[in-house]
């Protein structure tokens, strides 16, 4: 009881009004800077749609299964034969083609981004501890608080949808990344250091080779986060397969939202399988006698 009482003397502090009023503050001073960024956004999602749908539907699977095959095994590839064919005969493969452009330039912002801020936090603690809490912000805070500012500031499609995935998918870039170097051994860190290695030739020709697989492990979940996204994503403009389950959720329809999901587990469990085996396949170069760093 005293605790409810004590609640009336604590003064409310203001901070929604605060966060809309700096949202409003940026959108009536850099709508310039945001018209240009939605711009580059969006030329950035078309190029990647449009590269992985310029060729016909059968030279595509033909591509993905030459690449399933090479990288990972026969069974990967049987399995993406098979996905893709299923995927063909929904007819879905034009939306198909649209995820798989807005998660393939998500990935890419998001490793440009993570994979260096990891670097850099692995070698400074400073930065690692600033960044840290701003990782745990990044993946606990739900997508809708952020897809509003998005959307404000970038208007609807695929601009502020690419914005949303990018803050949800990059922390695992950063923490593996993190992780990876920061695990590999002294030893190995002290004998390439003995073989007079600076501390750039060590970074780069030892720590991150050894880290690989875990960085990969990054990559990985990096993509299974931006396609998890891709349904949040079509509540903004975004097209796609997350288009073809909101349709069938707001419809009813629950085949078109059952093909929708379908096409979307398809092509996670391929992009898995497939990044999957780069990682665990790389051979990393070891240092010591008879070794060079």
Same mark, same amino acid.
């Given at each position: 009881?005293? /605790?409810?009482?004590? #609640?009336? &003397?604590?003064?409310?502090?203001?901070?929604?009004?605060?966060? +809309?009023? /700096?949202?409003?503050?940026?959108?009536?001073?850099?709508?310039?800077?945001?018209?240009?960024?939605?711009?580059?956004?969006?030329?950035?999602?078309?190029?990647?749609?449009?590269?992985?749908? &310029?060729?016909?539907?059968?030279?595509?699977?033909?591509?993905?299964?030459?690449?399933?095959?090479?990288?990972?095994?026969?069974?990967?590839?049987?399995? *993406?034969?098979?996905?893709?064919?299923?995927?063909?005969?929904?007819?879905?493969?034009? +939306?198909?083609?649209? *995820?798989?452009?807005?998660?393939?330039?998500?990935?890419?912002? #998001?490793?440009?981004?993570? $994979?260096? %801020?990891?670097?850099?936090? #692995?070698?400074?603690?400073?930065?690692?501890? $600033?960044?840290?809490?701003?990782?745990? /912000?990044?993946?606990?805070?739900?997508?809708?608080?952020?897809?509003?500012?998005?959307?404000?500031?970038?208007?609807?499609?695929?601009?502020?949808?690419?914005?949303?995935?990018?803050? /949800?998918?990059?922390?695992?870039?950063?923490?593996?990344?993190?992780? @990876?170097?920061?695990?590999?051994?002294?030893?190995?860190?002290?004998?390439?250091?003995?073989?007079?290695?600076?501390?750039?030739?060590?970074?780069?020709?030892?720590?991150?080779?050894?880290?690989?697989? *875990?960085?990969?492990?990054?990559?990985?979940?990096?993509?299974? %986060?931006?396609?998890?996204?891709?349904?949040?994503?079509?509540? $903004?403009?975004?097209?796609?397969?997350?288009?073809?389950?909101?349709?069938?959720?707001?419809?009813?329809?629950?085949?078109?939202?059952?093909?929708? @999901?379908?096409? $979307?587990?398809?092509?996670?469990?391929?992009?898995?399988?497939?990044?999957?085996?780069?990682?665990?396949?790389?051979?990393?170069?070891?240092?010591?006698?008879?070794?060079?760093?």
């Amino acid at each position: 009881m005293n /605790f409810l009482l004590l #609640s009336n &003397y604590v003064p409310r502090i203001p901070l929604g009004h605060w966060v +809309s009023d /700096f949202v409003n503050y940026i959108t009536n001073n850099f709508s310039g800077f945001f018209g240009g960024l939605t711009a580059v956004l969006g030329t950035l999602v078309t190029v990647f749609t449009d590269a992985v749908s &310029y060729l016909p539907a059968p030279v595509m699977i033909v591509i993905f299964l030459a690449i399933a095959w090479l990288v990972a095994s026969w069974k990967t590839a049987l399995l *993406t034969l098979i996905g893709l064919l299923l995927i063909l005969s929904m007819n879905l493969w034009g +939306s198909a083609m649209e *995820t798989l452009g807005l998660v393939l330039a998500s990935t890419v912002v #998001s490793l440009v981004i993570g $994979i260096p %801020l990891g670097i850099l936090a #692995s070698q400074y603690k400073v930065v690692e501890v $600033i960044v840290r809490p701003i990782l745990d /912000f990044m993946q606990t805070l739900p997508a809708y608080v952020y897809l509003l500012p998005a959307i404000i500031l970038l208007g609807l499609g695929n601009p502020p949808a690419l914005i949303a995935v990018v803050v /949800f998918a990059t922390p695992p870039a950063v923490r593996l990344t993190i992780l @990876g170097i920061q695990q590999v051994s002294s030893e190995t860190v002290e004998a390439a250091q003995a073989f007079g290695a600076t501390a750039w030739q060590t970074l780069i020709k030892v720590k991150l080779p050894q880290a690989f697989t *875990t960085i990969m492990a990054g990559v990985n979940q990096v993509i299974m %986060l931006a396609l998890s996204m891709v349904v949040i994503a079509a509540l $903004i403009g975004a097209g796609g397969l997350g288009a073809n389950v909101y349709q069938g959720l707001q419809s009813l329809n629950v085949g078109q939202a059952f093909e929708g @999901g379908l096409g $979307i587990v398809i092509i996670a469990i391929v992009i898995d399988r497939i990044t999957r085996h780069i990682g665990a396949g790389r051979r990393v170069p070891r240092v010591g006698k008879g070794g060079n760093a």
